[in-house]
T-cell receptor, first 113, second 113 residues
Framework: AQSVTQPDIHITVSEGASLELRCNYS??????LFWYVQSPGQGLQLLLK??????LVQGIKGFEAEFKRSQSSFNLRKPSVHWSDAAEYFC???????????FGKGTSLLVTP | DVKVTQSSRYLVKRTGEKVFLECVQD?????MFWYRQDPGLGLRLIYF???????EKGDIPEGYSVSREKKERFSLILESASTNQTSMYLC????????????FGDGTRLSIL
């Protein structure tokens, strides 16, 4: 079954520093991949998605992600983090059924001054 | 913008009660989903529906049922609430095409006493 692994439970970065959140997926064919962000007490907001084509995907809020088939990875990046980026980030892959998403366990981002 | 509305942000119920969580979407989406979110476990799929009156079990359906009588509304039912069902519940909807993302409500934090 398709699955994703987010190796980092917590990450702390300084405001203005660059950010990379890791996501590894398990899937035979080209997967449909998504990154979501969840602010405290809120639902999930879509940051970006990948299903084919250019392997570097641009999203909202200045985020981007790169699909690397050879590494089975879909890492999320941002060149300069803002304090408002502090949140929980989830990577997800479309499930076998084609309907639902399988989510990673999430990475909690803390931004220090 | 897609709007997914969950009827309650916070809910407190007692063990053994029958609990209804309601979700409404305004974009004529075919698919609707119920997830539960617990710390360290990420999001886990309870049930989903790909059409009116159609439902499929997700990964953790035990103790839950669902109802979809109208396309825009998807209800999650806890038949006899137990303390281990205390959690954050998230509803989502999506179009039927595989590459379309899911859109989430703000969640219902349910406490069973």
């Amino acid at each position: 079954a398709q699955s994703v692994t987010q190796p980092d439970i917590h990450i702390t970065v300084s405001e203005g520093a660059s950010l990379e959140l890791r996501c590894n997926y398990s899937y035979g064919a080209t997967p449909y991949l998504f990154w979501y962000v969840q602010s405290p007490g809120q639902g999930l907001q879509l940051l970006l998605k990948y299903f084919s084509g250019d392997t570097l995907v641009q999203g909202i809020k200045g985020f981007e992600a790169e699909f690397k088939r050879s590494q089975s990875s879909f890492n999320l990046r941002k060149p300069s983090v803002h304090w408002s980026d502090a949140a929980e980030y989830f990577c997800a892959v479309r499930s076998n059924s084609g309907y639902a998403l399988n989510f990673g366990k999430g990475t909690s981002l803390l931004v220090t001054p | 913008d897609v709007k997914v509305t969950q009827s309650s942000r916070y809910l407190v119920k007692r063990t053994g009660e029958k609990v209804f969580l309601e979700c409404v979407q305004d974009m004529d989406h075919e698919n609707m989903f119920w997830y539960r979110q617990d710390p360290g476990l990420g999001l886990r799929l309870i049930y989903f529906s790909y059409d009116v009156k159609m439902k499929e079990k997700g990964d953790i359906p035990e103790g839950y049922s669902v109802s979809r009588e109208k396309k825009e509304r998807f209800s999650l039912i806890l038949e006899s609430a137990s303390t281990n069902q205390t959690s954050m519940y998230l509803c989502a909807s999506s179009q039927s095409q595989l590459r379309q993302p899911q859109h989430f409500g703000d969640g219902t934090r349910l406490s069973i006493l």
